[in-house]
């Protein structure tokens, strides 16, 4: 895919959608990072279930290192993985008290030194609280960005690097919402809804669908 194809793309994703963000509901960084430690193997509008709660009653570090794991545990355990995140989440807290003044820290290394923070978690928070032009590639990006060309690569870091290169300057802060959206809505796993697609004429994709199938029932 060439550098034009490319710019076209993300100028008719931003004039689609000029102000993407998050689907997790959050008020502080904070709470984005446990919401995100939460989203893994999950979806947004589960964990913003079990997140309308909590941080309600503790909606900071020491308020929810207060909890414990045992008393976070009911909160979140409609989540999967409730225990090993509870636990991360807590330590997470105590981290941040310890060590951060109960601020989240805003360099890369800092954040993926924290319990259950990993490169793709960093870069959320870098990206989303933040303003970071960093790109937190999961699976939906990973999936967009291979078929429609924008940057082919086998794991989620090569597709990091290559989207980081090739994403032209002013696109790259929102780059990350953009391509997270079309993979959960149009570009999806098993039925790609190329119909609908508004960058169809510029997509690589090769078995591109004639039409939409009906939804199952």
Same mark, same amino acid.
């Given at each position: 895919?060439?550098?034009?194809k ?28 446990? &919401? ?5 193997? +999950?979806? /947004?509008?589960?964990?913003? #279930? ?5 941080? @309600?009653? =503790? ?62 978690? &960093? ?5 989303? +609280?933040? /303003?970071?032009?960093?790109? #937190? ?5 990973? @999936?967009? =960005? ?17 989207l ?50 009906p939804?199952?029932?």
């Amino acid at each position: 895919m060439n550098a034009k194809k490319r710019r076209e793309i993300f100028t008719r994703l931003a004039a689609a959608n000029p102000k993407p963000t998050t689907e997790l509901v959050y008020r502080s960084p904070f709470e984005l990072l446990v &919401a995100v430690i939460l989203s893994a193997q +999950a979806t /947004d509008k589960g964990v913003n #279930a079990a997140t309308a709660k909590l941080f @309600r009653d =503790a909606g900071t570090p020491s308020r929810v290192a207060a909890l414990g794991a045992e008393g976070l545990k009911p909160y979140i355990r409609t989540i999967g993985l409730y225990n090993n995140k509870a636990k991360n989440i807590i330590a997470t807290a105590k981290a941040l008290i310890e060590e951060h003044g109960g601020e989240v820290p805003r360099e890369r290394a800092a954040l993926e030194a924290l319990p259950g923070v990993g490169r793709k978690t &960093a870069n959320v928070i870098l990206n989303t +609280a933040f /303003d970071e032009p960093t790109i #937190a590639v999961d699976t939906h990006i990973l @999936r967009v =960005a291979n078929r429609t060309g924008l940057a082919r690569g086998k794991t989620p870091r090569a597709v990091e690097d290559k989207l980081l290169r090739f994403t032209p300057t002013e696109f790259k802060r929102d780059a990350h919402h953009w391509l997270i959206l079309h993979g959960r809505y149009v570009c999806k796993a098993r039925r790609p809804d190329c119909p609908h697609c508004l960058i169809r004429d510029l997509c690589e994709y090769r078995h591109k669908t004639a039409e939409s199938p009906p939804e199952e029932t």
